[in-house]
């Protein structure tokens, strides 16, 4: 299903990456798995994930560095890291969390603990996939029961614009390509014609104006759409 959370595991024992990527995707997130500081990297480029979880030791390219090159790049800086460790002395948290990572777990951990921070981690960046009530100027979003308001009047959504809208609302502001729509909206696996995208661009954008007031949705010539 498009929209559910990505989450990037980086882990070389494999035995654990297993334990951990059933969990991840008991609680219904899409979970893409490496086992090396390399592969992870490369994942990366090819396609920013929600969340990563990474452990700190490695076989090449460390944890730290990853987390360092994440940071670094312009494009993946927002994406929240929580790092593994068996490490546990207060020198090496220090460090985990000066390399940029957003939260840091020591090993052994439990499954549930690390659920709960990934998920605290996703309120931040996917608010709607943890069911939180979304607002835009005069516009409300309830992922729950799949309503959406305008100057309190329903506004009423097909399936597909309502994702589109949840994803601009989730980042009011930031300018979306097309292809990055056609990901999060439609799904990295199914075969979409990019001009697919406009056409329920102005679908959505009729249904929001429908009750009048102002067209908030942007295009950004040459490269796609934004809330605001
Ligand atoms: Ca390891």
Redo the contacts with the bound molecule.
Sequence with gaps: MPGRPRILLV???AA?REILAYNLGAEGYVVEQAASGDEALLMLRESPPDVVVL????PGVSGIEICRQIKARRETRSIPVIM?S?RSEEGDRVRGLETGADDYVVKPYSVAELLARVRSQLRRVRPAATGTRLTYEDIELDPESHKVWRGGREVKLGPTEFRLLTTFMEKPGRVWSREQLLDRVWGRDIYVDTRTVDVHIGRLRKALRKHGGADPLRTVRGTGYSLG
């Design positions: 882990e070389d024992e654990q452990d700190w030791m490695l593994l068996a």
